[in-house]
C-alpha cells in the first residue's frame, strides 16, 4: 500500500519481494544429519556447514618395472570437502522483517545456546515446527533431532558451534 505522510510530505509505500520457491541448501548427495554443523552467527543469522567428500582424478606418473621408463597415468582420488552458506532468519522465515524470531527462530536459538540439547516437551510446537525448517531447507527426511523421553529434552543430531558459548 502507498500513503502520503504528511509531516515529511512523503509517499510511503512497504512492500515484500519473495520466491514461489523456498529456500534450499546445496545438500550433497548421500548426506545425513550427522555430516551438518549448524553455529550462530550473532542473534540474526546462522551459518550451515556440510562435511562432504570429493572425488577427483589426478595425474601421477610411474615408473614401469620392464623398461625403466616413466609411465603416466590417471588414478581415483577422493578428499574431504564442505559445503557452507550463511542464512539469515528472516530468509528462512524464522523471524519477521523486525528480526524479531516465531517460534521456530526461538526454538533454533534455544538449541544453538544450549549446545545442541533443549528442555521442552515432547509436543512443542516451536521445536516441531524447526524440525520441519530444517528438513526441508536440507532435503533430508530423516528429523533432525531426536527427543530424550527420560530426560524430557530435545538433542540435535547435527553438529552445533556456538561461538558465544552461551
Not at 24 to 48: L, M
Amino acid at each position: 500500500s502507498i500513503h502520503y505522510d504528511k509531516a515529511d510530505t512523503a509517499y510511503r509505500t512497504v512492500f515484500r519481494i519473495s520466491s514461489a520457491e523456498s529456500i534450499r541448501f546445496p545438500t550433497p548427495e548421500g548426506a545425513s544429519w550427522t555430516d551438518v554443523s549448524i553455529a550462530a552467527v550473532g542473534n540474526s543469522a546462522i551459518r550451515i556447514t556440510v562435511t562432504t567428500s570429493e572425488r577427483f582424478s589426478t595425474s601421477i606418473y610411474a615408473e614401469d618395472e620392464e623398461d625403466g621408463e616413466d609411465l603416466h597415468r590417471w588414478e581415483a582420488a577422493e578428499r574431504e570437502g564442505t559445503v557452507e552458506r550463511t542464512y539469515d532468519l528472516r530468509t528462512l522465515g524464522l523471524a519477521d522483517d523486525q528480526e524479531r524470531t516465531n517460534r521456530a527462530g526461538q526454538s533454533l536459538l534455544a538449541v544453538l545456546a544450549g549446545n545442541g540439547t533443549v528442555q521442552r516437551k515432547a509436543d512443542d510446537k516451536g521445536m516441531l515446527e524447526l524440525c520441519g525448517v530444517l528438513s526441508k531447507l536440507m532435503g533430508i527426511d530423516e528429523s533432525p533431532f531426536e527427543f530424550a523421553e527420560i530426560e524430557g529434552k530435545w538433542v540435535a543430531l547435527f553438529e552445533v558451534w556456538n561461538p558465544l558459548g552461551r
